[in-house]
């Protein structure tokens, strides 16, 4: 059997949709999974949808634009501007870059916004739908095997994949209106989308979390990934070495003997320092527990955990910590 | 003194700002109950559709008006109410019609502009209209003379100038003359194509009506012939705003936690405000991870040593291995922290730490507020 098997059913479809609220670290996980994605030999694109473009900071490479472009082996990136988009869109169906400067102007765009909500949306989900084709808007062929997309936060994620199937006021009429049915037709493909959710072990993470995966599922009818789970405090601390450090005079005289083997003098004061470490640790992670299993309950599909990464900030090497981890529980699902 | 109580005790207006999911609703609301139960008649405005703020004051839903949360509550979280306390959750939408039904001439046209599709549409879907009206709502609060103290929360905001500029932004939106320009001639022309308009507009009109239909072009016809005579209004009203923000009633708590992104942000954020005349009450400092002991902790061959050693010197690795764990945490938060301080002076700060229970209903804002009065 092969040994890889879940990891390839976990990166299964070419589209793969990263959704989450805001700060519960999206974009890390659109990063790790590509990391995974490229070690099993495929070519991926991460796309961020208007953002600040936080992505290629992780790979310590440059800030992206409108195209992709390389950030570390197998792994591209771009930035997918909703005025670029628009400006993109009117320019090859319009020849319209003669007023282009006005066309981009912020009231323009936002007069477009109010006009036809959702066209911006559409206009975006086109450029990932152009990626799967393997061409872009002006000819140019692309080879990506895998597509990852770092979704826009939770509040606007559901206008923005429900903007092409008309359940909004979006546009109605139209070559637009005939574009959203290829866009429809490629997100509720199985074999061609899957959606996964991102989430933290806190209360309102969760229940945002759990809405998530459900309008994904009854509302927007695309297929359900995988839900990842971040920042959980890793278990540092067995049960044992827990009970040494509480009230048990003996068992703090045992840990203060081990120092003073190798030459590590420890006072009640050190000692103290390290229960009241081991006992925060614990209460965080009975309280993670706690809304894990609120999101157990919630949703269907199987759940990634991902720990809290006790290091000097969030690139490369963290991103590699993680892209582990998924393999790893990509094995056990 | 502590600077939230110092504000609390003369400010009539507390805006509560920050990067999202730091917990600018929790410190909102404790800072409300807290006023609340020590006289003040406040009212709490929440931005956050969620059904958080409601819940932890044990109600059931909020609407776009107050809603009095009863003594009993307060007495069953074991809390002394000698004031009054009045929760809001502000509806963008009904705000907006508030303020057209204001400014609108007549009654009729008015109900023509809510009635309007392109109108429906902006307060969905134009960014910096929620944050606009929820400076309108606290406009109209304040102006109504009911509260001592009103507090509010701010959109989790992209970035800071949404919210700061928001007002401008709406107001320059619809005078825009780049939008005139281009829809002017259509208006005028009562909907058909105008002979006298410019060739780029004609053709700029061409492909708008393709793309969004020639419905939606009417729809902005109508709506911006309405809104004739009443931008006066608008900008009067967008000036007061930011006069009363700027005014000695008003005060600005910015709310971050420790790590990289939100300090950066809160950062930024109080040295905006200091650029728009805006009063810094006080910066929240949350979730900070514990510092127990000295951290001094044991060299990696100690480490190695103890790892490999008896049951108990194992237990003492595995202790000290998670200390060392904590122990890179609290330095990556020092230094975000101190790049802060340089900043916001430190006395200026309030520190909440990780708590070991959620702020899910009164008794935990206490707890909150306990933290943020300190």
């Given at each position: 059997m092969n040994p890889d098997m879940s990891v390839d059913e976990l990166l299964n479809p070419r589209i793969h949709i990263v959704c989450g609220k805001g700060g519960v670290g999206k974009t890390t996980v659109s990063a790790a999974l590509a990391l995974v994605a490229a070690r099993h030999g495929r070519k991926v694109c991460v796309v961020e949808v208007d953002r600040k473009g936080s992505l290629p900071k992780l790979f310590g490479a440059k800030s992206p634009s409108y195209e992709p472009s390389e950030l570390s082996p197998g792994v591209?990136?771009?930035?997918?501007?909703?005025?670029?988009?628009?400006?993109?869109?009117?320019?090859?169906?319009?020849?319209?870059?003669?007023?282009?400067?006005?066309?981009?102007?912020?009231?323009?765009?936002?007069?477009?916004?109010?006009?036809?909500?959702?066209?911006?949306?559409?206009?975006?989900?086109?450029?990932?739908?152009?990626?799967?084709?393997?061409?872009?808007?002006?000819?140019?062929?692309?080879?990506?095997?895998?597509?990852?997309?770092?979704?826009?936060?939770?509040?606007?994620?559901?206008?923005?994949?429900s903007a092409p199937m008309g359940l909004s006021d979006a546009v109605q009429v139209g070559p637009i209106r005939r574009q959203s049915d290829w866009l429809v037709e490629m997100l509720q493909d199985t074999a061609?989308?899957?959606?996964?959710?991102?989430?933290?072990?806190?209360?309102?993470?969760?229940?945002?979390?759990?809405?998530?995966?459900?309008?994904?599922?009854?509302?927007?009818?695309?297929a359900q990934g995988a839900a990842f789970v971040n920042g959980l405090y890793p278990k540092i601390v067995g049960a044992s070495a827990e009970r040494a450090v509480e009230d048990d005079s003996e068992a703090r005289d045992g840990l203060i003997r081990a120092g003073a083997l190798v030459n590590l003098t420890l006072d009640d004061g050190d000692l103290d320092a390290l229960a009241d470490y081991a006992r925060f640790l614990s209460s965080r992670r009975k309280i993670q527990a706690r809304h894990l299993r609120a999101l157990r309950k919630g949703i269907d599909q199987p759940i990634l955990n991902l720990p809290f990464l006790f290091s000097s900030g969030i690139a490369l090497p963290e991103i590699e910590m993680l892209a582990d981890d998924i393999e790893q529980q990509a094995l056990e699902l | 003194m502590n600077p939230i109580a110092e504000i609390t005790g003369h400010k009539e207006i507390i805006v509560c700002a920050g990067a999202g999911g730091v917990g600018k609703t929790t410190t909102a609301a404790a800072i409300a109950v807290r006023a609340a139960a020590e006289g003040k008649k406040t009212a709490v405005v929440t931005i956050d559709p969620a059904r958080r703020l409601a819940s932890s004051l044990g109600l059931k839903e909020l609407s776009n008006e107050p809603t009095l949360v009863s003594k009993r509550k307060f007495a069953a979280a074991g809390l002394d109410l000698k004031g009054e306390l009045h929760a809001l959750m502000l509806d963008t939408k009904s705000t907006f019609d508030e303020v057209v039904l204001r400014y609108a001439p007549t009654e009729q046209q008015a109900r023509r502009i809510i009635a309007n599709r392109f109108y429906r549409n902006i307060s969905g879907t134009l960014s910096g209209t929620q944050e606009y009206m929820a400076m309108e709502k606290l406009y109209e609060l304040h102006a109504g003379g009911a509260y001592d103290l009103i507090v509010i929360d701010t959109p989790p905001t992209r970035n800071a100038l949404d919210f700061l500029d928001a007002p401008r932004r709406l107001t320059d939106f619809l005078e825009s003359r780049v939008l005139r320009w281009f829809l002017l001639p259509y208006v005028k022309a009562g909907g058909g194509f105008m002979r006298f308009a410019n060739v780029a507009a004609v053709a700029f009109l061409r492909v708008v009506k393709r793309i969004v239909g020639g419905s939606v072009l009417d729809d902005t016809a109508e709506f911006f012939a309405n809104l004739d005579g009443m931008y006066d209004g608008f900008k009067a009203r967008a000036r007061d705003v930011a006069?009363?923000?700027?005014?000695?009633?008003?005060?600005?708590?910015?709310?971050?936690?420790?790590?990289?992104?939100?300090?950066?942000?809160?950062?930024?954020?109080?040295?905006?405000?200091?650029?728009?005349?805006l009063a810094f009450g006080a910066l929240v400092v949350n979730r900070v991870h514990p510092r127990f002991g000295d951290g001094s902790g044991a060299t990696p061959r100690q480490q190695a040593r103890l790892a490999s050693g008896d049951e108990a010197a194992r237990r003492l690795a595995q202790l000290l291995d998670n200390e060392a764990s904590f122990m890179r945490i609290v330095r990556l938060e020092d230094k975000n922290l101190k790049a802060l301080a340089r900043k916001v002076p430190r006395?200026?700060?309030?520190?909440?730490?990780?708590?070991?229970?959620?702020?899910?209903?009164?008794?935990?804002?206490?707890?909150?507020?306990?933290?943020?009065?300190?």
């Amino acid at each position: 059997m092969n040994p890889d098997m879940s990891v390839d059913e976990l990166l299964n479809p070419r589209i793969h949709i990263v959704c989450g609220k805001g700060g519960v670290g999206k974009t890390t996980v659109s990063a790790a999974l590509a990391l995974v994605a490229a070690r099993h030999g495929r070519k991926v694109c991460v796309v961020e949808v208007d953002r600040k473009g936080s992505l290629p900071k992780l790979f310590g490479a440059k800030s992206p634009s409108y195209e992709p472009s390389e950030l570390s082996p197998g792994v591209w990136g771009l930035n997918v501007l909703q005025e670029d988009a628009l400006a993109e869109y009117l320019n090859v169906q319009y020849h319209m870059q003669r007023i282009s400067r006005v066309l981009t102007s912020s009231h323009f765009v936002d007069y477009i916004t109010i006009a036809a909500p959702g066209l911006k949306d559409i206009l975006v989900l086109g450029k990932i739908w152009y990626l799967e084709q393997d061409r872009s808007a002006d000819g140019k062929h692309y080879d990506f095997d895998t597509i990852i997309v770092d979704a826009p936060a939770a509040g606007h994620m559901i206008a923005f994949l429900s903007a092409p199937m008309g359940l909004s006021d979006a546009v109605q009429v139209g070559p637009i209106r005939r574009q959203s049915d290829w866009l429809v037709e490629m997100l509720q493909d199985t074999a061609r989308t899957v959606a996964h959710v991102v989430a933290m072990a806190e209360e309102m993470p969760v229940a945002e979390t759990i809405a998530t995966s459900e309008a994904l599922h009854d509302r927007l009818h695309i297929a359900q990934g995988a839900a990842f789970v971040n920042g959980l405090y890793p278990k540092i601390v067995g049960a044992s070495a827990e009970r040494a450090v509480e009230d048990d005079s003996e068992a703090r005289d045992g840990l203060i003997r081990a120092g003073a083997l190798v030459n590590l003098t420890l006072d009640d004061g050190d000692l103290d320092a390290l229960a009241d470490y081991a006992r925060f640790l614990s209460s965080r992670r009975k309280i993670q527990a706690r809304h894990l299993r609120a999101l157990r309950k919630g949703i269907d599909q199987p759940i990634l955990n991902l720990p809290f990464l006790f290091s000097s900030g969030i690139a490369l090497p963290e991103i590699e910590m993680l892209a582990d981890d998924i393999e790893q529980q990509a094995l056990e699902l | 003194m502590n600077p939230i109580a110092e504000i609390t005790g003369h400010k009539e207006i507390i805006v509560c700002a920050g990067a999202g999911g730091v917990g600018k609703t929790t410190t909102a609301a404790a800072i409300a109950v807290r006023a609340a139960a020590e006289g003040k008649k406040t009212a709490v405005v929440t931005i956050d559709p969620a059904r958080r703020l409601a819940s932890s004051l044990g109600l059931k839903e909020l609407s776009n008006e107050p809603t009095l949360v009863s003594k009993r509550k307060f007495a069953a979280a074991g809390l002394d109410l000698k004031g009054e306390l009045h929760a809001l959750m502000l509806d963008t939408k009904s705000t907006f019609d508030e303020v057209v039904l204001r400014y609108a001439p007549t009654e009729q046209q008015a109900r023509r502009i809510i009635a309007n599709r392109f109108y429906r549409n902006i307060s969905g879907t134009l960014s910096g209209t929620q944050e606009y009206m929820a400076m309108e709502k606290l406009y109209e609060l304040h102006a109504g003379g009911a509260y001592d103290l009103i507090v509010i929360d701010t959109p989790p905001t992209r970035n800071a100038l949404d919210f700061l500029d928001a007002p401008r932004r709406l107001t320059d939106f619809l005078e825009s003359r780049v939008l005139r320009w281009f829809l002017l001639p259509y208006v005028k022309a009562g909907g058909g194509f105008m002979r006298f308009a410019n060739v780029a507009a004609v053709a700029f009109l061409r492909v708008v009506k393709r793309i969004v239909g020639g419905s939606v072009l009417d729809d902005t016809a109508e709506f911006f012939a309405n809104l004739d005579g009443m931008y006066d209004g608008f900008k009067a009203r967008a000036r007061d705003v930011a006069a009363l923000l700027q005014s000695e009633a008003a005060s600005f708590v910015v709310i971050t936690s420790p790590a990289e992104e939100s300090v950066l942000e809160a950062t930024y954020f109080a040295s905006r405000l200091n650029e728009a005349h805006l009063a810094f009450g006080a910066l929240v400092v949350n979730r900070v991870h514990p510092r127990f002991g000295d951290g001094s902790g044991a060299t990696p061959r100690q480490q190695a040593r103890l790892a490999s050693g008896d049951e108990a010197a194992r237990r003492l690795a595995q202790l000290l291995d998670n200390e060392a764990s904590f122990m890179r945490i609290v330095r990556l938060e020092d230094k975000n922290l101190k790049a802060l301080a340089r900043k916001v002076p430190r006395h200026r700060w309030v520190h909440v730490p990780y708590l070991e229970r959620e702020a899910v209903d009164l008794d935990g804002l206490a707890v909150i507020a306990a933290h943020l009065f300190a």
